[in-house]
């Protein structure tokens, strides 16, 4: 049984503020909630699930690292959940400590000026993951890491890289590695060499990377146009560039 004030509360998680305040977010389905419960890279406060779910995932490793587990109906998993299609599961999770100063030499990272949009952001955790990219530096107004539709499209990618919020100004005049800013009119990415070691740099959706960021950049890098589409989506550009910078 679900109690309002748990109700109310778990609500509240859909809301920054509250994640902020509280320290914690939440997961939900199945899937997600199986592989954060399996990796134990967030700890689980708890969980509110069907009784097929309970079921049928007792007897599983991840089940142990739980919070405590309450059995609802699911009408009433329908009122905590921020999905159209509740499915099973959610749970609640406390976020974690990013690494504020990470070592940036032999590597390469993703910054993030100003990427609004939750689902791009959560491609582009999942993107990172997939290359082994270890570190994402976010501007201060990009998307919150944390959001509901960020966490759902990770899928589970969010315990695996490291992400900061920071004045991106700020950190790229300190680090020594080289930046690579993707606009719209730079060198084609064919004629740039696979790189070990720079911040690659993704602007915002519609504005692009602003002109203080892009004074900054050592090299300003384009995806060739062969159609008429204005722009690429800012996941997807993140994904041929990597791939492409990765690879020779």
């Not at 406390?94 to 990272?109: A, F, R, W």
Request: glycine residues 6%; hydrophobic residues 40%; contains cysteine.
């Amino acid at each position: 049984m679900l109690s309002k004030s748990t109700a109310k509360y778990i609500q509240s998680l859909q809301h920054k503020k509250f994640r902020d305040e509280t320290g914690c977010f939440v997961a939900e389905g199945p899937k997600l909630v199986a592989e954060f419960l399996n990796e134990n890279n967030f700890t689980c406060t708890s969980v509110f699930a069907l009784q097929n779910w309970v079921d049928e995932n007792a007897g599983k490793p991840g089940f142990k690292s739980a919070g405590s587990i309450t059995i609802i109906e699911a009408f009433e998993l329908e009122k905590i959940s921020a999905m159209p299609a509740p499915n099973q599961v959610l749970a609640v999770f406390e976020k974690v400590s990013s690494n504020e100063n990470p070592d940036l030499t032999q590597k390469i990272s993703l910054a993030l000026d100003e990427i609004q949009d939750p689902g791009n952001l959560g491609t582009i955790i999942r993107t990172a993951d997939w290359f082994g990219i270890r570190n994402i530096i976010c501007s201060q107004h990009s998307a919150d890491m944390y959001n509901p539709k960020v966490v759902q499209s990770t899928m589970a990618s969010l315990g695996r890289v490291n992400i900061i919020y920071t004045s991106l100004v700020d950190f790229l005049k300190k680090s020594p590695v080289k930046k690579y800013a993707t606009v719209l009119n730079g060198q084609p990415l064919q004629q740039i060499k696979p790189i070990q070691e720079g911040i690659i740099i993704v602007g915002n959706e519609s504005k692009g990377i602003s002109n203080e960021i892009l004074s900054l950049c050592d090299k300003q890098i384009t995806i060739e146009r062969k159609g008429s589409a204005e722009s690429l989506n800012a996941a997807v550009s993140a994904a041929i560039i990597l791939y492409r910078l990765l690879h020779k």
